[in-house]
Each structure stands twice: as C-alpha cells, then as structure tokens.
C-alpha cells in the first residue's frame, strides 16, 4: 500500500510568472504549500504553509484544481492529491526574490510558459498553469495510470 500525501497549493500568479519553491538537493520544483495536517482544512492548511515557508499572510482564493501524482521514494510507493488554489499575497511581488523562512526551501518567480525548464512537479501542473483558456471549471491532472 503507498503512503498517502494530502496537499494544499498555492499558485501565486504576478507578471505572467508562476512562484515556485525548491527544497534543498532536489532537482524538481513544486508550488508553495504542503501536508494537511490531521483535523485542518486546506484552505487553513495553505494560509499555515505559506506563513512557515515564506512569514507572509496570504489571501486564499478560487480553488483551481487537483493533480494526482505517485512515484517511488527509497523503493516505497508514494501517491498525493494536490489541491490547487489561487493565493495572493501583498508581500509577494515578481520583481523581489521571496526569502525563506526554512533553510532548506529556495522560492523563485518562473514564467508560465517555462515551466518544463525548472522541473516542476507533478508534471502535468506545467501545462495546466501555461493554459490561456482558464475557464471557471476547475481542472484536474494525473500522472497515475
């Protein structure tokens, strides 16, 4: 049986540019967030994320969607639903590198349209975030089989 991850994502949009993170000796990026915690919703799970990875208060807004993803790590399987909300924040601005909170996190401002170029994780959140047609319906991508 694989271990379960719950997320809540934040996908902070500012000048066509996507806010990505990166955790120390990892070759991937993923947007800020991260594990619900047992009895948290994830709205209150983002706002919590954010405020510990980066110190900023952050407005949680239209949920945008989910990603399924699974991969293997140190041979166990691993499976996560992230859940994708727009998130702004006053203190986050394209043109100033947001600083982290935690050592071991490093956040950058990557274009939409080269989201391939830094990896991010799960895959299909590339595509999804690039698209134009950003309709109200929420979307959903997977990487599962």
């Known amino acids: 049986m694989p271990t379960v991850h719950l997320l809540a994502r934040a996908v902070v949009r500012e000048a066509n540019h996507v806010l990505v993170v990166r955790a120390e000796g990892q070759p991937h990026t993923f947007l800020p967030g991260g594990h619900r915690e047992p009895g948290e919703g994830l709205e209150a799970c983002l706002r919590r994320e954010l405020h510990e990875e980066l110190g900023v208060r952050a407005e949680v807004g239209r949920y945008l969607g989910a990603v399924e993803h699974q991969w293997r790590r140190d041979g166990e399987r691993q499976y996560e639903i992230n859940h994708c909300y727009a998130t702004t924040s006053p203190a986050l601005a394209a043109d ?12 950058a401002w990557a274009p939409v349209d080269q989201l391939d170029r830094v990896s991010l994780q ?24």
């Open 96 to 107: 100033t590198p947001p600083q982290a909170e935690e050592g071991y996190l490093s956040f």
């Open 122 to 145: 799960p895959p299909p959140l590339s595509a999804l975030l690039a698209r134009t047609d950003a309709a109200d319906a929420a979307w959903w991508g997977s990487t599962v089989r």
